[in-house]
């Protein structure tokens, strides 16, 4: 079935560094592509997306784009900020009737001052 | 404020006592869904309702109930719950159901910690 791994966490940086946390998937259509973010005690909230090959979703300083050939969605941020501390879950959508995401295990990412 | 909103909070309970955690949004979402997520494993859809009185299985959902009797409510049930329950949980909407809601975005809760012992 469709599965996403990503890097084993946590990663820890210091403020201004640049962050990639890696993303790879296996699907068997065409999904569409996802991260997460989820600061402590909070919900998930949606940080941005791409829905097909090539596209590059942005938000807040971040990028990823949707790779094909490489099965990956490898979030990026050229300069991170203590605030930025949270876990990272990268998701696909299949596009079934489900509406079901599914989730890669999450990367902690600790920004120190 | 547009939310999906949980409770209780967090919550410690005994093998085989029946619980209900609420999840309410006030955005008139049509699609809502529940997750749990265990360390190392992610998110795992348990159930999920593409609109009112329409609900179905996701992954994982053995041992749990729902029911989704009006558009804003989709209660998660416990009839008997057992330690392997032990996990947080998240509801969540989006304003279609399917593919579309899906590549929308989804608005979490804030997520319920529950113990059984």
């Known amino acids: 079935g469709d599965s996403v791994t990503q890097m084993e966490g946590p990663v820890t940086l210091s403020e201004e560094a640049f962050l990639t946390i890696n993303c790879t998937y296996t699907?068997?259509?065409?999904?569409?592509l996802f991260w997460y973010v989820q600061y402590p005690g909070e919900g998930l909230q949606l940080l941005l997306k791409a829905t097909k090959a090539d596209d590059k979703g942005s938000n807040k300083g971040f990028e990823a784009t949707y790779r094909k050939e490489t099965t990956s969605f490898h979030l990026e941020k050229g300069s991170v900020q203590v605030s930025d501390s949270a876990v990272y879950f990268c998701?696909?959508?299949?596009?079934?009737?489900?509406?079901?995401?599914?989730f890669g295990q999450g990367t902690t990412l600790q920004v120190k001052p | 404020e547009a939310q999906v909103t949980q409770n209780p909070r967090y919550l410690i309970t005994v093998t085989g006592k029946k619980l209900t955690v609420t999840c309410s949004q006030n955005m008139n979402h049509e699609y809502m869904s529940w997750y749990r997520q265990d360390p190392g494993l992610g998110l795992r859809q348990i159930y999920y309702s593409m609109n009112v009185e329409v609900t179905d299985k996701g992954d994982v959902p053995e041992g749990y109930k729902v029911s989704r009797k009006e558009k804003r409510n989709f209660p998660l049930i416990l009839e008997s719950p057992s330690p392997n329950q032990t996990s947080l949980y998240f509801c969540?909407?989006?304003?279609?159901?399917?593919?579309?809601?899906?590549?929308?975005?989804?608005?979490f809760g804030s997520g319920t910690r529950l113990t059984v012992v």
């Open positions: 699907a068997t259509g065409y999904p569409s």
């Open positions: 969540a909407s989006s304003p279609r159901a399917g593919p579309a809601g899906a590549n929308y975005g989804y608005t």
């Open positions: 998701a696909l959508s299949d596009g079934s009737n489900t509406g079901k995401l599914i």
